[in-house]
């Protein structure tokens, strides 16, 4: 994800990222740290910082100037958007992003559904439209896979990922693969397919 973090509070500071007001305190500045980071080689590819305002999305889309054809992203679940998605393919890269359980109604229906995995046509919706209109993007209908992964302590995680081919990626492959993603503050990482597990 991306990090919030406070600078020093000088005017240089307040000019350039704003103040915004903590739960204790007086007003100071805040950032947002974002990184493009290549998860087998502990390597960060671009970083950014911006202030607070500017959303971990629009980080991500500005980091995805850099992909090359065959990466694949590794998204945690504030990035899930339709217009994300279909900036990468556009890319011709590939991603996997963890997504929240109640968002998207094809995730709800898979969750219930008890699969392990299934292949889902994506609709966009109006304010999808909107968005891709906005960067410049095809509103093509999008077919991801959706992967069940199942946590040591029984929860559930759904990967949402655009590696389509059951045979070259099956399921068991998912819960390793999104768990190459570093700890939290490395915001977007990637990594060239032709590394993959």
Same mark, same amino acid.
């Given at each position: 994800?991306?990090?919030?973090?406070?600078?020093?509070?000088?005017?240089?500071?307040?000019?350039?990222?704003?103040?915004?007001?903590?739960?204790?305190?007086?007003?100071?500045?805040?950032?947002?740290?974002?990184?493009?980071?290549?998860?087998?080689?502990?390597?960060?590819?671009?970083?950014?910082?911006?202030?607070?305002?500017?959303?971990?999305?629009?980080?991500?889309?500005?980091?995805?100037?850099?992909?090359?054809?065959?990466?694949?992203? @590794?998204?945690?679940?504030? !990035? /899930?958007?339709?217009?994300?998605?279909? %900036?990468?393919?556009?890319?011709? &890269?590939?991603?996997? $992003?963890?997504?929240?359980?109640?968002?998207?109604?094809?995730?709800?229906?898979?969750?219930?559904?008890?699969?392990?995995?299934?292949?889902?046509?994506?609709?966009?919706?109006?304010?999808?439209?909107?968005?891709?209109?906005?960067?410049?993007?095809?509103?093509?209908?999008?077919?991801?896979?959706?992967?069940?992964?199942?946590?040591?302590?029984?929860?559930?995680?759904?990967?949402?990922?655009?590696? @389509?081919?059951?045979?070259? !990626? /099956?399921?068991?492959?998912?819960?390793? %693969?999104?768990?190459?993603?570093? &700890?939290?503050?490395? $915001?977007?990482?990637?990594?060239?397919?032709?590394?993959?597990?």
């Amino acid at each position: 994800d991306g990090s919030m973090v406070q600078v020093p509070n000088t005017p240089e500071n307040l000019g350039r990222f704003g103040a915004w007001q903590p739960a204790r305190g007086a007003p100071c500045p805040m950032v947002r740290v974002s990184q493009m980071f290549d998860a087998l080689n502990d390597v960060t590819l671009d970083a950014l910082i911006v202030p607070k305002s500017v959303g971990e999305r629009e980080l991500a889309a500005r980091h995805f100037t850099h992909l090359r054809p065959n990466d694949l992203v @590794l998204l945690d679940r504030g !990035y /899930p958007a339709f217009w994300l998605f279909a %900036l990468i393919l556009n890319k011709d &890269a590939q991603f996997c $992003a963890r997504m929240k359980l109640g968002s998207w109604e094809v995730v709800k229906r898979f969750v219930t559904s008890g699969l392990s995995g299934q292949t889902v046509v994506v609709l966009p919706t109006y304010a999808a439209c909107r968005d891709c209109c906005d960067h410049k993007l095809p509103t093509k209908p999008l077919t991801i896979r959706l992967i069940r992964v199942e946590l040591d302590n029984g929860e559930v995680e759904v990967l949402a990922a655009s590696l @389509l081919d059951c045979q070259t !990626y /099956p399921v068991s492959l998912f819960k390793e %693969l999104y768990h190459l993603r570093p &700890a939290s503050g490395r $915001a977007v990482q990637s990594y060239q397919m032709s590394h993959r597990c």
